[in-house]
């Protein structure tokens, strides 16, 4: 992946669990770098160093490739430039053609890691990510049952290596 707009929609499902709509959607104005925050779905986050990186390296491409649009997106292509629409849907989901994984997925994954990471607290992921209710209760339940499941491994294998001794 050596395009500067797939890395920076990679960064976006994967560190921030962006869905695609909400990639298209977010417009320059939401991306402050001083200020190291970035607004997905008029929800603040903070703005880590990858995606500070990737998006660097994505606004100078787009500086060099556009340097008179007036489209207000942060991600534009060579048909949005000339308006001030986002890209397509399938624009953002081509940064990962042909590879196994995909942007939901990544999504799903990181909702995930940050249940296991602080624990499966529907609260916090709500918070975090702007879920519902329901949805974040499902990604703490999935958490939760990792979490024991791995406990269980774990006791298993120390009872194991207990009765060797």
């Not at 320059?28 to 603040?44: A, E, M, Q, T």
């Not at 986050?45 to 990858?50: A, C, I, S, T």
């Not at 709500?126 to 791995?150: M, N, P």
Request: proline fraction near 5%; hydrophobic fraction near 40%; aromatic fraction near 2%.
């Amino acid at each position: 992946m050596t395009r500067p707009a797939d890395r920076l929609i990679l960064a976006l499902a994967a560190v921030h669990a962006a869905r695609p709509g909400a990639i298209r959607r977010i417009q320059l104005d939401d991306l402050d770098i001083g200020n190291r925050r970035l607004v997905i779905n008029s929800r603040v986050r903070p703005l880590d160093e990858l995606t500070l990186q990737t998006a660097l390296a994505w606004l100078e491409h787009r500086r060099r490739r556009w340097p008179d649009t007036a489209n207000p997106h942060l991600l534009i292509n060579k048909q949005t430039a000339l308006e001030t629409g986002p890209i397509s849907g399938v624009s953002v989901s081509a940064a990962l053609r042909g590879q196994t994984a995909t942007l939901e997925r990544l999504r799903v994954d990181r909702q995930l890691e940050e249940a296991l990471v602080h624990g499966p607290d529907p609260l916090h992921l709500a918070e975090v990510f702007g879920l519902a209710e329901k949805t974040a209760i499902r990604y703490a339940d999935s958490a939760r049952r990792l979490l024991e499941s791995s406990a269980e491994s774990l006791n298993a294998v120390t009872a194991s290596v207990d009765d060797q001794r």
